[in-house]
């Protein structure tokens, strides 16, 4: 569905994605892990088209879309969540994903008929219906998160790239989160995901990548990921002797 190929990014003198390959299936949550600096926020914004490769290609369903702008991609089906969430605080949850809803799709939606779409989205995530209209300055980590979610799915992505969702919240919250990924993944979205806590990435993911330095070092089920060496080494090591 994906195909990333030979991806290079630099900033400056930095390599911070070097020459990597990738392929995402339909259907599967394909989890996206490393050290920090490794490359992985760098890697999706290659795939969602914030940032433009120095070289290297990414196709999606068999098109060439390298270096397509953000708008576009998420309008073609390819939808990314930030690791610092920032929308404007004086939005309610409702207005934030109507927002995404009536621009973030290629398909035409009325403003009432984006509202109403907006709201169903915020049920689905697990937003209550009496904080539809609460501003997002008054809600909390989680609460964001699902609005945060609700947004993504209302530009109807296939692939929804995820950036350390479950960054700032505490270990049920986090276990919610994998819940409602899991729910996603079930209503046909094919997820990657970038997660620091070992125990979230296992628990949900179909296949692991290892990133380390901006190159691909393994790549495997999760089991096959906790069992290799050079992953390890690099990330698994240091992650337990912390
Ligand atoms: N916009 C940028 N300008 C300069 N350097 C950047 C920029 N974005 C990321 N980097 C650098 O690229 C490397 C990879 O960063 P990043 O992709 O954010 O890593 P990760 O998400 O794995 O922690 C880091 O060394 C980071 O400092
Ligand atoms: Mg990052």
């Known amino acids: 569905m994906l195909e990333v190929q030979g991806v290079v990014k630099k900033f400056g003198g930095l390599v911070a994605v070097n020459n990597v390959n990738l392929t995402v299936r339909k259907g599967e949550i394909l989890g ?19 940032y433009r490769p120095d070289s290297g290609s990414v196709y999606f369903n068999d098109k060439n879309i390298t270096g397509m702008n953000l708008d576009k991609i998420c309008k073609a089906g390819i939808s990314k969540t930030f690791q610092h969430a920032q929308l404007f605080p004086g939005l309610t949850a409702c207005e934030g994903v109507t927002v995404s809803a009536l621009f973030g799709n290629h398909h035409r939606v009325r403003r009432d008929d984006a509202e109403r779409e907006a709201r169903e989205h915020l049920t689905f995530v697990g937003l209550p219906p009496e904080k539809h209209d609460t501003t997002l300055a008054h809600l909390n980590m ?22 350390e969702l479950t960054t700032g919240l505490n270990p049920s919250e986090g276990t919610e989160a994998i819940h409602l990924i899991k729910k996603m993944r079930d209503r046909g ?17 179909d296949r692991i990548v290892v990133l380390d330095q901006g ?9 096959e990921i906790v069992s290799n060496q050079a ?8 992650n337990y002797a912390q």
């Open 32 to 50: 996206l892990v490393g050290s920090n600096g490794a490359g992985k926020t760098t890697l999706l914004n290659i795939i969602s088209g914030i």
């Open 142 to 163: 989680i609460e964001l998160r699902r609005v945060q979610l609700a947004r993504a799915l209302a530009s109807r992505p296939q692939i929804l790239l995820l950036d």
């Open 189 to 205: 979205i094919t997820i990657v995901m970038i997660e620091h806590v070992m125990r979230v990435i296992m628990g949900v993911s």
């Open 215 to 223: 190159e691909k070092i393994a790549e495997g089920t999760p089991a």
């Open 231 to 238: 992953v390890i080494d690099s990330y698994l090591g240091k």
